[in-house]
């Protein structure tokens, strides 16, 4: 069975372009949740995303969105990068219910210059 | 709002010893779930061990098991027979017990070294 599967697993940004990242959960799991983690913040939650819906939101500007679509798979964008959004950015899928676990992905590096 | 404490930054331990790390969480909630996760350089997030609140049993994976105390909050795990494998950051995670709350708040981290 695939895990989850982010792409690309590293990116360079300059401050002011926009970017979108990719995951894909594991088969079956229909929950997305996106996290930013850096040295300083620690594991941020961004928002997590069920049925093409986003169903929870952390607590981040307006300029980190994300989607869903119905073959599960998501996407996250990060508009007018700044040099603080550079970081790790994980997906974590679950199956939906009380004791759905999450699994995560490898995550995708952004270095914004 | 829900939080996790994790007071030891770093720990070290020789191989084949017992070493604890240790987790404070606060939360007016009864019931919620308790992670261990552990992220290895490769980057990837692994669950090491889950702990439902209902439960008064401490669960245990193999080497692995932790001491849930629910009165005082706190959510330490064991690592028996450390080998060198077990070297990552260690995350400790709550997660309400809520259907549809997936959303994980997690501690700073405890980095461990195994020392051969």
């Known amino acids: 069975k695939a895990g989850v599967t982010q792409t690309p697993r590293y990116l360079i940004k300059t401050r002011g372009q926009q970017v979108t990242l990719s995951c894909s959960p594991i088969s079956g799991h229909r929950s997305v949740s996106w996290y930013q983690q850096t040295p300083g913040q620690g594991l941020q939650f961004l928002f997590e995303y069920f049925s093409e819906t986003q169903r929870n939101k952390g607590n981040f500007p307006g300029r980190f969105s994300g989607r869903q679509f119905s073959n599960s798979r998501s996407e996250m964008n990060v508009s007018t990068l700044e040099l603080g959004d550079s970081a790790l950015y994980l997906c974590a899928s679950s199956l939906v219910g009380f004791s759905g676990e999450a699994f995560f992905g490898q995550g995708t590096r952004l270095t914004v210059v | 709002a829900q939080t996790v404490t994790q007071s030891q930054p770093e720990m070290s331990v020789q191989e084949a010893e017992t070493v604890t790390l240790s987790c404070t969480y606060d939360t007016s909630e009864s019931d919620y779930y308790l992670f261990w996760y552990k992220q290895p350089p490769s980057r990837q997030m692994i669950l090491v061990i889950r702990?439902?609140?209902?439960?008064?049993q401490n669960a245990t994976e193999n080497r692995f098991s932790v001491n849930f105390q629910k009165a005082a909050k706190s959510f330490s795990l064991k690592i028996s027979d450390s080998q060198l494998g077990d070297a990552a950051m260690y995350f400790c995670?709550?997660?309400?017990?809520?259907?549809?709350?997936?959303?994980?708040?997690f501690g700073q981290g405890t980095r461990l070294t195994i020392n051969p």
């Open positions: 995670a709550y997660r309400r017990l809520v259907q549809g709350a997936q959303k994980l708040v």
């Open positions: 702990q439902e609140a209902y439960k008064q």
